[in-house]
């Protein structure tokens, strides 16, 4: 039998490229055996509308895959070297490094300009600390957003008048085909890239040496040397995503020479170094460079990054003190909790639905391998998009939609799930019931004649089908079940009988009738509920009982509004 070996990635579209580009180097070298890719999405995936400098670490893009390798689902991972955490946690190491593609970031801009040409009447997005401080350090009047999401959707933000430039790494869209785009490579003296920029990583297990063999025959010894060097000149600095640093190395011969820099956020306080010497010294050249900068006043900058409190005085805010129980399903990569906590109250999970790859049919993986037979493809959730993806994906080994296809969602967080795969919608609905956005989608689109395929959960029903329907022309694909819990925390559910919370929160009428299965009849009736929306809030009445509040949005926004509103004086 052929030995199949997994190969571990996220599943944007560069973090696909990547890993593809990795299979096909070992198939190269061991014809005789079966690569095939895994798709596990992340927390950095999951949660697209928080600056990454204020949710964590490197660890964001990498921890799910690290699981996944302990639970033996994956036997390797693929990472963008500079996402990787400079010390691996017990278990896993570097197994390779594949030859270095461009370091340099790049300039987009929305009238071909060069950075030298950007004014203070730009709006410039990056999605890093490190760009920010340096391109403050150019100059301070620069006008700096923060951007968030793949290549294409932030494009896509540019071209809709987000912003008039962006700068993101080159490498990236050099490897999505997108050199169109770029402006100007930024010179690596005018901007200091990130460590290990333009790098592909191996992530192996500790001890599993036929795969250290496998990945060790694609591995390049000289990125591999020039990148742990940088790796160790930002692990003895202790940096990450929310400090602005970078380096940059050169090999030629036998020499090897590092620049690397420390600002402050607003770029005021910079110290840029050089140091170079033999290739056989090129970790402990890196660490004395970094040790330098420290002794210069590097230090005194990364404490005072690292002391700012992003957060108003928590006593302030308006929900300070307040205590939430979500009913939300933890996998989702909910929101709620930063939106909840950056108004000063504290959210207790208590998910009561898990949601699970649906088994596929013959008919449904038929419907999936037959895109191209259909013009519209329709998501009502998060979750429809990513078990979509992720059952194409198994059955094509690609997330490649027809050119053709159109795609509808229902609402801007299904429609960032989608961007996350590189696609933006046609059409996006607005967040009501079944029955009022098939009457819009009719409304501004008349897809007369027109073939639609439904990617939809086991527990939904027809109505959009029934009204979208004409001539057969409307199919379903059931992607994701949504299940019961086969159990409750003993403790949110002893704070609830207490009372020791302000409001528990049903975010769909299936949270609320599970629920009502973990808990005594007798306390549905004392219940301070909140409610994500009218279809949630009119399953609870038909069981006799009465929120206290209902959002007029059907997503997280939505419902920290409305809790807002309940709150106020």
């Known amino acids: 039998m052929e030995q199949t070996i997994r190969i571990g990635t996220r599943g944007s579209q560069l973090a696909l490229y990547q890993a593809n580009v990795v299979k096909e180097e070992l198939a190269q070298k061991f014809p005789a055996l079966n690569f095939q890719i895994i798709v596990i999405k992340t927390k950095g995936d999951k949660i697209l509308d928080v600056p990454l400098s204020k949710i964590g670490d490197k660890g964001l893009f990498t921890k799910e895959l690290e699981t996944a390798m302990f639970d033996n689902e994956i036997d390797m991972a693929v990472h963008s070297l500079k996402d990787l955490p400079t010390r691996f946690p017990e278990g896993v190491l570097l197994g390779a490094v594949l030859k270095r593609g461009e370091v340099r970031d790049a300039l987009i801009s929305a009238t071909p300009r060069k950075l030298s040409e950007l004014t203070s009447a730009d709006i410039i997005a990056t999605s890093s600390l490190r760009r920010k401080a340096q391109l403050l350090r150019i100059n301070k009047d620069f006008n700096i957003v923060e951007i968030r999401g793949n290549v294409n ?10 912003c008039t430039a962006m700068v993101m790494a080159g490498a990236g869209l050099q490897r999505l085909g997108m050199e169109s785009y770029i402006s100007e490579l930024i010179d690596t003296d005018l901007v200091v890239p990130a460590c290990s920029q333009g790098a592909i990583a191996i992530e192996i297990r ?3 040496s036929e795969i250290a063999g496998l990945v060790a025959a694609i591995n390049d010894p000289n990125t ?5 060097a940088e790796r160790a000149f ?10 602005p640093v970078g380096s940059f190395s050169r090999i030629e011969g036998d020499t090897f020479e590092i620049t690397g820099f420390i600002a402050s956020i607003n770029g005021e306080s910079f110290l840029k170094e050089q140091a170079s010497g033999p290739l056989a010294k090129a970790v402990e050249l890196s660490v004395q460079l970094a040790e330098s900068l420290l002794q210069k006043g590097g230090r005194e900058i990364l404490k005072e990054i690292r002391l700012e409190d992003p957060f108003e005085k928590r006593k302030e805010l308006p929900l300070y003190g307040k205590v939430f129980i979500s009913t939300r399903a933890i996998e989702t990569g909910d929101t709620l909790p930063d939106l909840l906590s950056a108004q000063g109250a504290t959210l207790l999970s208590l998910p009561m639905i898990e949601i699970h790859p649906s088994k596929s049919n013959d008919g449904d993986l038929e419907k999936i391998g037959q895109l191209q037979t259909y013009d519209w493809l329709f998501f009502t959730s998060r979750n429809g998009v990513a078990h979509f993806f992720k059952k194409l994906i198994d059955l094509t080994g690609s997330s490649e939609l027809p ?3 159109k795609v509808a969602v229902v609402g801007t967080k299904t429609a960032s799930e989608l961007e996350y795969y590189g696609y933006s919608p046609a059409f996006t609905g607005k967040e009501h019931g079944s029955a009022e956005l098939a009457a819009e989608f009719l409304r501004t689109n008349q897809p007369k004649n027109q073939r639609i395929l439904l990617s939809l959960g086991n527990l939904a029903d027809d ?4 009204i979208l329907g004409s001539d057969h022309l409307v199919d379903r694909v059931e992607v994701y079940d949504t299940l019961q819990p086969k159990s409750a925390n003993p403790m949110v559910i002893n704070q609830i009988v207490e009372g020791a919370y302000d409001l528990i929160l049903f975010t769909s009428p ?3 009738h599970h629920f009502s299965s973990f808990v005594e009849a007798s306390l549905l009736g004392s219940l301070k509920i909140g409610s994500i929306g009218s279809t949630t809030s009119k399953a609870i009445r038909e069981a006799g009982y009465e929120p206290l509040m209902t959002a007029k949005m059907s997503n997280t926004e939505g419902l920290t509004a409305a809790i807002l509103q309940y709150y106020q004086p």
């Open 153 to 162: 959707t932030r494009i896509r933000k540019m071209e809709e008048g987000y």
């Open 510 to 512: 299936s949270t609320f």
């Open 463 to 466: 109505t959009l089908k029934n």
């Open 403 to 405: 050119a053709s296809l």
């Open 234 to 243: 930002l692990r003895t600095l202790e940096g990450g995503c929310q400090i």
């Open 206 to 208: 500790e001890n599993d």
């Open 224 to 228: 591999l040397l020039a990148t742990d």
